[in-house]
């Protein structure tokens, strides 16, 4: 079989990283797999991070694009000429594109949709696309596709409703997460908790993420600067990833007076010691598609607090059975959670347990025999 991703730009992103994830194992496999980034590709530290993460042997093109809308000929063009079986097409507007342009090639290749958030919730806080013109879209061309897959019930309960689709037509396939990196050695554990930490406080919460609007970390911070001054005392907050809230961020950290306890790392391509070394996990985002974090934290065995948002936190904690779920954007219940569960004790194992649902190799299994079965029909 030999299979083709598109994307629309390479970044430390959790849809990114999910794809790499399976275009590694496929290869592993002895797959015949490409990857094709649409936009252009600037020179930077973060996209060298991020093709790092991807196995030497898988083929990339890029169009070079400067915008989305610029890429439908240059996709027809690569459609036309593709002697492979499969195009796996992530994330509107990518998705109509691709469609369009599908449909036009005249390939024999399956085209697969997917997506891996709300996108309602995303429209309604974050993006300036119109409302009518995403269900237009949609519901015009997603049920052209060979087949629609979203990462959660929640966000395919979201398309079936945008799409007008029966939600028989759309099936769910989990995030890839879980990989061997989880398995950090006391010794690296014990290097970061004395280095990376500040020893000063014993308490060690992590959040992980883009700094956005959608991630919500100004939550967290403030959660974070409620807590009982007994356990705020002993605390420290560590924020990796990096995006455009940063500056706003800092200045409300600022204000706080919490500079020498909550800190902003940047992005960092191992994150896995982080988790391994901390002693608690947080999410507050406002909205998800799945939530791939709550998988790596769940993976190093430490306790979770997430917001119960729309749509993930409550499939993969199992509506709280391997985490705590508070509602959303409320700072009070956030606090009061991160203070309870602190003082629990928990089994590592049945959390480590719990991550291999979503193993790699696990959901590339599942990727391919959902190709499979309609490669052949």
């Given at each position: 079989?030999?299979?083709?991703v598109?994307l629309?730009?390479?970044?430390?992103g959790?849809?990114?990283?999910?794809h790499?994830?399976l275009l590694?194992d496929?290869?592993?496999?002895?797959?015949?797999?490409?990857?094709?980034?649409?936009?252009?590709?600037p020179?930077?530290?973060?996209?060298?991070?991020a093709?790092?993460?991807?196995?030497?042997?898988c083929?990339?093109t890029?169009?070079?694009?400067?915008?989305?809308?610029?890429?439908?000929?240059?996709?027809i063009?690569y459609?036309?000429?593709?002697?492979g079986?499969?195009?796996?097409s992530?994330?509107?507007?990518?998705?109509?594109?691709?469609?369009?342009?599908?449909?036009?090639?005249?390939?024999?290749?399956?085209?697969?949709?997917?997506?891996?958030?709300?996108?309602?919730?995303?429209?309604?806080h974050?993006?300036n696309?119109?409302?009518?013109?995403?269900?237009?879209?949609m519901?015009?061309?997603?049920?052209l596709?060979?087949g629609?897959?979203?990462?959660?019930?929640?966000?395919?309960?979201?398309?079936?409703?945008?799409?007008?689709l029966?939600?028989?037509?759309?099936?769910?396939?989990?995030?890839?997460?879980?990989?061997?990196?989880?398995?950090c050695?006391?010794?690296?554990?014990?290097?970061?908790?004395?280095?990376?930490?500040?020893?000063?406080?014993?308490?060690?919460?992590?959040?992980?993420?883009?700094?956005?609007?959608?991630k919500?970390?100004s939550?967290l911070?403030?959660?974070?600067?409620?807590?009982t001054t007994?356990?705020?005392?002993?605390?420290?907050?560590?924020?990796?990833?990096?995006?455009?809230?940063?500056?706003?961020?800092?200045?409300?950290?600022?204000?706080?007076?919490?500079?020498?306890?909550?800190?902003?790392?940047g992005n960092?391509l191992d994150?896995?010691?982080w988790?391994?070394s901390?002693?608690?996990?947080?999410l507050?985002?406002?909205?998800?598609?799945?939530g791939n974090v709550?998988?790596?934290?769940l993976?190093?065995?430490?306790?979770?607090v997430?917001?119960?948002c729309?749509?993930g936190?409550?499939?993969i904690?199992?509506n709280?059975?391997?985490?705590t779920?508070?509602?959303?954007n409320?700072?009070?219940?956030?606090?009061?959670?991160?203070?309870?569960?602190?003082?629990l004790?928990?089994?590592?194992q049945?959390?480590?347990?719990r991550?291999?649902?979503?193993?790699?190799?696990?959901?590339s299994r599942?990727?391919l025999?959902?190709?499979?079965?309609?490669?052949?029909?």
């Open positions: 079989m030999k299979i083709s598109l629309p730009k390479t970044s430390m959790g849809a990114e990283k999910l790499f994830n590694n496929w290869i592993q496999q002895g797959l015949d797999v490409e990857l094709v980034v649409l936009l252009d590709l020179l930077d530290e973060e996209n060298q991070e093709f790092s993460l991807l196995h030497p042997d083929k990339v890029s169009f070079n694009q400067k915008k989305l809308r610029s890429c439908v000929r240059p996709l063009q459609f036309k000429s593709y002697d079986d499969v195009i796996l992530p994330m509107w507007p990518l998705t109509c594109l691709s469609i369009f342009a599908w449909l036009f090639s005249g390939t024999k290749a399956k085209l697969f949709i997917s997506e891996h958030t709300n996108l309602t919730a995303s429209h309604e974050e993006t696309s119109n409302l009518w013109l995403l269900r237009f879209s519901i015009l061309l997603y049920r596709a060979t629609v897959i979203t990462v959660s019930d929640g966000v395919k309960n979201d398309v079936a409703n945008l799409a007008l029966r939600k028989s037509q759309i099936d769910v396939i989990y995030n890839p997460v879980a990989t061997e990196l989880g398995a050695s006391i010794e690296k554990i014990s290097e970061y908790q004395k280095n990376y930490w500040d020893s000063a406080y014993s308490i060690r919460i992590l959040g992980v993420g883009t700094l956005k609007e959608q919500n970390f939550l911070i403030k959660a974070f600067s409620c807590l007994e356990i705020r005392d002993r605390s420290q907050l560590v924020i990796l990833g990096d995006g455009p809230s940063r500056l706003a961020l800092l200045s409300e950290i600022e204000s706080y007076g919490l500079e020498k306890q909550i800190f902003l790392k960092v994150t896995y010691p988790y391994a901390s002693s608690l996990f947080v507050s985002s406002s909205w998800e598609g799945f709550l998988v790596e934290a993976e190093c065995g430490i306790p979770i997430s917001t119960d729309k749509s936190p409550s499939e904690l199992e709280g059975k391997f985490g779920l508070v509602p959303v409320d700072h009070h219940a956030l606090k009061n959670a991160i203070e309870i569960v602190l003082n004790e928990h089994d590592s049945i959390l480590k347990t991550a291999q649902d979503f193993s790699i190799k696990k959901i599942e990727y025999n959902y190709f499979s079965d309609r490669i052949d029909v």
